[in-house]
């Protein structure tokens, strides 16, 4: 693997060039490398696993002072789940730095949801081997919270029912969803509802499906409208 192109990409220098490499050493190429110092990255994933779940929690504790304990843990678990890993190693690219045995190269391995999510975890063990935690957490302030930010995971949260709870406080409210466009392929469309309560537009959202959008515009009526 091309360390040095790694850390350009991410502008991160690392100090024990060797704990990178076994981040993105999958089993199969360990299996296949046995004369080799070669080590698999099943450890470090397991460390990264902690310091995402301890970087994640810190994140929504402080970023959302009235959140119940209960929301938090749905919404730390949607970021933490393995497709929500998987997009973060696409984002990054780190499939094409995987070193891969033979056998698991030819069958997809570099697209596998499961080993994608698996690197991620791994690279944020050696990172914070390598460097502390407040650089790992810098990372995931860069490459995760951001997204935490503009809504990628409130389909876990329900939103929708938050508001309905809310417009049913007055007797002459109402609320209802528009999806009011679809754009892009049908591979990778999106969607735009509206929240629209008493005729009047409260909050707008945008998702892959219908209900993420309405769950988007539920929040934005939840974080904006003055109901």
């Known amino acids: 693997m091309d ?11 690392f100090k024990d060039h060797n704990l990178i490499e076994q981040a993105f050493t999958h089993s199969s ?3 296949e490398h046995r004369n080799t110092v070669f080590s698999d990255n099943e450890r470090l994933e ?3 696993d ?7 929690s810190q994140y929504l504790f402080r970023k959302n ?23 973060f190693a696409l984002e990054l690219h780190f499939g094409e730095y995987l070193l891969l045995g033979k056998g698991e190269e030819q069958t997809g391995g570099r697209q596998r949801p499961a080993i ?10 050696a990172l914070y081997l390598d460097q502390g935690f407040d650089i790992a957490l810098k990372f995931l ?11 990628a995971f409130s389909h876990a949260m329900d939103y929708k029912s938050q508001l309905q709870e809310l417009v049913q406080q007055s007797k002459d409210q109402s609320i209802e969803y528009k999806i009011v466009e679809e754009k892009g392929p049908s591979h990778n469309r999106e969607f735009v509802a509206q929240a629209v309560i008493k005729g009047s ?11 993420e959008a309405e769950q988007r515009a539920a929040k934005y009526a939840l974080d904006h409208s003055k109901l």
């Open 141 to 151: 302030k860069v490459h995760v919270f951001p997204k935490i930010n503009t809504g």
């Open 116 to 125: 994608l999510a698996d690197v991620f975890e791994a690279f944020l063990g």
């Open 65 to 87: 002072k009235d959140m119940p304990e209960g929301e938090m843990t749905k919404l730390r678990a949607a970021i933490v789940c393995e497709p929500s890993l998987m997009n």
């Open 50 to 56: 902690a310091v995402l779940e301890l970087g994640v």
């Open 3 to 13: 360390v040095g192109q790694l850390e350009k990409q991410l502008e991160i220098n």
């Open 46 to 48: 397991f460390l990264g």
């Open 201 to 211: 537009i409260a909050g707008e959202g945008t998702g892959r499906t219908k209900k």
């Open 29 to 31: 190429y360990v299996n």
